[in-house]
């Protein structure tokens, strides 16, 4: 992993691989390399149900001059103070997963790998025959 790469590149990598909160004033973020070790160079297990904690994603500052965020966060800065014990690790990856790796099988089970609407293929087939019919039609035509 990360073969070539200049020095500064890779300084610090141990924090990219940190399960921690990434904290900027009023704003908590969680950062969760255990749920794409891939990118790391590591093997993909099965990543564990995660609490986004849809509660910090409705602070806003609106009235809230006089908190002090520091009391009011107090667990995430300490987590975050206590990063390096919260790494990531896992085996190296070699090769890529096989269609049938238990990874595969589950991400292939949540995973939407089709971004258009239902039936969107059916609305494609209809034009693109109507094309076909407009086209074949206009032969005919002018002969």
């Known amino acids: 992993m990360n073969v070539g790469l200049p020095d500064y590149c890779t300084a610090g990598k141990d924090i990219w691989c940190t399960i921690s909160p990434l904290i900027c004033f009023h704003i908590i973020e969680w950062h969760r390399p255990d749920r ?44 975050w103070s206590s990063r390096r014990e919260h790494i990531a690790r896992g085996e190296m990856a070699i090769g890529s997963l096989g ?5 595969m099988v589950w991400y292939r089970s949540i995973t939407i790998r089709f971004l258009t609407r239902t039936g969107s ?23």
């Open 36 to 79: 794409v070790l891939r990118q790391f160079g590591f093997r993909q297990g099965i990543p564990q149900p995660c609490d986004n904690e849809s509660i910090l994603h409705k602070c806003d500052m609106r009235g809230r001059h006089d908190v002090d965020w520091t009391t009011r966060h107090g667990d995430y800065i300490r987590r």
């Open 99 to 103: 269609y049938h790796d238990p990874y």
């Open 121 to 143: 293929f059916h609305e494609l087939l209809v034009i693109f025959m109507f094309y076909l019919f407009i086209k074949v039609y206009f032969i005919f035509i002018r002969i």
